[in-house]
């Protein structure tokens, strides 16, 4: 079955600290893979995608996630984060075209000043 | 890039009462459009896949006849949320599909 697993619901890092959110799926398929951040009452903004090519993807606002195929892993980070970046986070899966994106259920990051 | 719609961007309606929800793609063509619920604090659960002219797809443990969706066009999907009760009351998001899907900003209801 297709699924998305972010183990942490809660992370709290200092600001300028680093950022790790953890993403494991589980996809019959080559998965399309998804990041989205959502802040308070707002829709979800794409962070960055993996579709195919370079397992490293670069995304906006400094984030960057590692497909890992042996690890069904898709982990999000960031090297030093704002307090700006306070936000709930989902990984995502899909697959091709018309596929329905599973989301994960979130990961809700706190920044301390 | 891709821009998507939603209105209203908040409604409040009485228990019994239907409301529309409207989706659209401002500057590109979709041929499907995805409608997500989304409780607080909660991730977001797909409803329904529309495609354009054609009868939506709910989901299993959907209501079709609660939740109405139509695609009028390639361009506008709606959600017609029937005889509403205060469960009812979420976040709701849409999303429209040219090669990747792009969401909207969602539309909370609120059911009193």
């Known amino acids: 079955a297709q699924s998305v697993t972010q183990p942490d619901i809660h992370i709290t890092v200092s600001e300028g600290a680093s950022l790790e959110l953890r993403c494991n799926y589980s996809y019959g398929a080559t998965p399309y893979l998804f990041w989205y951040v959502q802040s308070p009452g707002q829709g979800l903004q794409l962070l960055l995608k993996?579709?195919?090519?370079?397992?490293l993807v670069q995304g906006i606002k400094g984030f960057e996630a590692e497909f890992k195929r042996s690890q069904s892993s898709f982990n999000l980070r960031k090297p030093s984060v704002h307090w700006s970046d306070a936000a709930e986070y989902f990984c995502a899966v899909g697959g091709h075209r018309d596929d329905k994106i599973i989301f994960g259920k979130g990961t809700r990051l706190h920044i301390l000043p | 890039g891709a821009v998507v719609s939603q209105h209203p961007s908040w409604v409040i309606c009485k228990s019994g009462t239907s409301v529309k929800i409207e989706c659209r793609s401002l500057d590109f063509q979709a041929t499907t459009m995805f409608w997500y619920r989304q409780f607080p604090k909660q991730s977001l659960m797909l409803m329904a896949t529309s495609n354009e002219g054609s009868k939506a797809t709910y989901e299993q443990g959907v209501e079709k006849d609660k939740f109405l969706i139509n695609h009028a066009s390639l361009t506008l999907s709606t959600l017609t949320v029937t005889s509403a009760h205060p469960e009812d009351s979420s976040f709701y998001i849409c999303?429209?599909?040219?090669?990747?899907?792009?969401f909207g900003p969602g539309t909370r209801l609120t059911v009193t």
């Open positions: 999303s429209a599909e040219v090669y990747e899907q792009y």
């Open positions: 993996y579709f195919s090519g370079d397992t």
